[in-house]
């Protein structure tokens, strides 16, 4: 498990060792450390924007002493999966622009609340309401009970949840606000997540509406 004050000792050693400036955007339970609504995590996800970055930083995790391993136990047939790379009980999970069934968008990028910078490591969190989002398309185990968290440490902008969902629509093969619903909807009622109710039916109806749209277009193609 990895603390916040381990996340940042290992940021500072990568910073260290690279040669150049290198961005990325931190998501899931490492994003959480730095708003302080988790106290470990078990990974650390991290999204690139360029292949040649992320090869960097996995060059410099190698000679750090980390080992990749295979993507399909974690993630099993998924698409758009990271490069997973594993030290004793550290692991990271590398995402290039795509994180499973999600983009990584403008919008997503401007709401950036967070950045730290180690050396020449450059390092940007997302927003809560993005963290929510990605946590939907990995769904791994734990991922509920972290949205939970993040649900119950802020104020979620629901709008803000609601069209990202809509525009993932338009720009992947994927009808995320379907996934969207299920996973809010399961949150709401098996962990009795604080999600108001026209929040849930809005989803339902958008996600009807995009289920509609989607076999329209299998229809003409």
Known sequence: MIDLKKQNEIFELIGKKLKKKIE????????????????ETKDVDLVFEHEND???????????????RESKILYFNKKNTPVLLEREDARFDLFLNKIISTVLSDSMKKR??????????????????????????TERAGDRKD??????????????IIKESV????????????????????????LKADIPNDVINKIRKIAEEEMVKAVKKKKKS
């Open 54 to 68: 992320r090869e960097e930083i996995i060059s410099t995790l190698e000679n750090l002493g980390y080992n990749k």
């Open 167 to 190: 525009y993932q629509a338009s720009v992947t093969p994927y009808i995320f606000p379907v996934f969207l619903f299920d996973f809010l909807y399961e949150l709401k009622e098996d």
């Open 24 to 39: 990325c955007y931190v998501i899931g339970g490492s994003a959480m450390l730095y708003y302080g609504m988790k106290s």
């Open 147 to 160: 949205v939970h968290e993040i649900i119950k440490a802020t104020k979620v902008d629901w709008e803000i």
């Open 112 to 137: 950036v609340e967070l950045i730290y910078e180690y050396g020449n490591f450059i390092v940007k969190s997302l927003a809560a309401e993005d963290l929510i989002i990605t946590k939907c398309a």
